[in-house]
T-cell receptor, first 117, second 111 residues
């Protein structure tokens, strides 16, 4: 079974540019999460999809961030326009249906390291 | 706000035992998870405590005290491959429950 994959692994962009990050969850996982870790700080929750629906986007920093999950499969996170403080590692995680009862166990991807210069 | 505190770094030698503490301030707390992340890798799930007490899984054990809002991860018979970052994460209630992570503890195991 393939794990969670993220693309690209690294991205370096200039302030004001646009970047789109992609996450492919484990096949069949209804739940998809985006997190961000700024150097040395906590892994901060950004948002949660259940299938194609945004269930909780309370962690999204501002309206420069747009997440989508068309068809309930892969997800994209677009940052437009990027600012310096957006730099960090963006993680995606997935988990099966909530009926599974193990919401505390999420399967993470390796992350995308975003550097905004 | 909701937060978890854990030491930033811990150093130990091979074969030793190390304990990584985690204190939390959250509302709607269900339980405490631990994740391991090797440099450049994906965080991977280690354990979860919903009830007070010690849960043992091989060389790793995890403890929770709800009354003290405190937990720890205990790593025994340390190996070089245990060098990694360890994150505690609280499962908290919401429409759908979610994980709130700490800032991670970087464990360095030396020969």
């Amino acid at each position: 079974e393939a794990g969670v994959t993220q693309f690209p692994s690294h991205s370096v962009i200039e302030k004001g540019q646009t970047v789109t990050l992609r996450c492919d969850p484990i096949s069949g996982h209804d739940n998809l999460y985006w997190y961000r870790r700024v150097m040395g700080k906590e892994i901060k929750f950004l948002l949660h999809f259940v299938k194609e629906s945004k269930q909780d986007e309370s962690g999204m920093p501002n309206n420069r961030f747009l997440a989508e999950r068309t068809g309930g499969t892969y997800s994209t996170l677009k940052v437009q326009p990027a600012e310096l403080e957006d730099s960090g590692v963006y993680f995606c995680a997935s988990s099966p249906s909530v009926v599974w009862g193990r919401e505390y166990e999420q399967y993470f991807g390796p992350g995308t390291r975003l550097t905004v210069t | 706000g909701q937060s978890l505190e854990q030491p930033s770094e811990v150093t130990a030698v091979e074969g030793a035992i190390v304990q990584i503490n985690c204190t939390y301030q959250t509302s709607g707390f269900y339980g405490l998870s631990w994740y391991q992340q090797h440099d450049g890798g994906a965080p991977t799930f280690l354990s979860y405590n919903a009830l007070d007490g010690l849960e043992e899984t091989g060389r790793f054990s995890s403890f929770l005290s709800r009354s003290d809002s405190y937990g720890y991860l205990l790593l025994q018979e340390l190996q070089m491959k245990d060098s990694a970052s360890y994150f505690c994460a609280a499962l908290v209630s919401g429409g759908y429950n979610k994980l709130i992570f700490g800032a991670g503890t970087r464990l360095a195991v030396h020969p």
